[in-house]
């Protein structure tokens, strides 16, 4: 949970808030996506991330050290990431139709 200045508490959420917002990014469902966090090296799915949501977007934690691992934010008709948290974001595509 994160307190605010104003006393105002956020809950954590995890990761799987991020299903729709990164999904019509990627046109996935990026929840099994496996990142890399920057801060600690450990790798975990997009769903294991601490999740808090703001007014501005979301911001997604490590699980493992607390650091930012990725933000997410609609910005009118775009969505904008910022990925500097992440040293990798590998994404499974579907498999081919046949
Ligand atoms: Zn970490």
Redo the contacts with the bound molecule.
């Keep these: 949970m994160t307190v605010h200045d104003d006393g105002r508490a956020t809950p954590a959420l995890d990761g799987n808030v991020l299903a729709g917002r990164l999904g019509e990014v990627f046109g996935v469902d990026v929840t099994s996506a496996r990142v890399i966090?920057v801060?600690?090296g450990?790798g975990q799915c997009v769903a294991e991330l601490v999740l808090y949501e703001t007014g501005m977007g979301a911001t997604a934690r490590?699980r493992?050290?607390g650091?930012v691992v990725l933000r997410a934010a609609q910005i009118r008709d775009e969505v904008v990431l910022d990925l500097r948290g992440t040293r990798t974001l590998r994404v499974s595509l579907p498999a081919p139709a046949v």
């Design positions: 966090c801060g600690c450990r490590c493992g050290c650091a």
